[in-house]
């Protein structure tokens, strides 16, 4: 059974930096595509950027492009999400999620196309 566990958030003032990791259990992270998404209150959850190690990939959305890294740690089975520049709309709570047995990429950017997700972990941004 996939477990994922996410750390890292707080609250940070308009220009500062999180980053975020998410330590995962059952299989490794390198096996499949990894996202991270956000959602703010009365908001749908987005898509903020995924990873497919196999392929070396990475995508993006358009509003945290140049500011935020997603990368992993095969030997520690980690996910992180290097947050940069924040600004106040970024404040959400943020998961880490798994996509299927074999997912490849290009990796969804929608949560319908990953089954296994995290609890979530708070970032709040003041200006």
């Known amino acids: 059974q996939a477990q994922l566990v996410e750390s890292g958030g707080g609250s940070v003032q308009a220009g500062g930096s999180l980053r975020l990791s998410c330590v995962v259990s059952g299989y490794r992270v390198s096996s499949r595509c990894m996202g991270w998404f956000r959602q703010a209150p009365g908001k749908e959850r987005e898509g903020v950027a995924s990873i497919y190690t196999g392929a070396r990939s990475t995508y993006y959305a358009d509003s945290v492009k140049g500011r935020f890294t997603i990368s992993q740690d095969s030997a520690k089975n980690t996910v992180y999400l290097e947050m940069n520049s924040l600004k106040p709309e970024d404040t959400a709570m943020y998961y880490c999620?798994?996509?299927?047995?074999?997912?490849?990429?290009?990796?969804?950017?929608?949560?319908?196309?990953?089954?296994?997700w995290g609890q979530g972990t708070q970032v709040t941004v003041s200006s």
């Open positions: 999620a798994a996509g299927p047995f074999g997912s490849t990429w290009p990796c969804g950017s929608q949560p319908y196309e990953y089954p296994y």
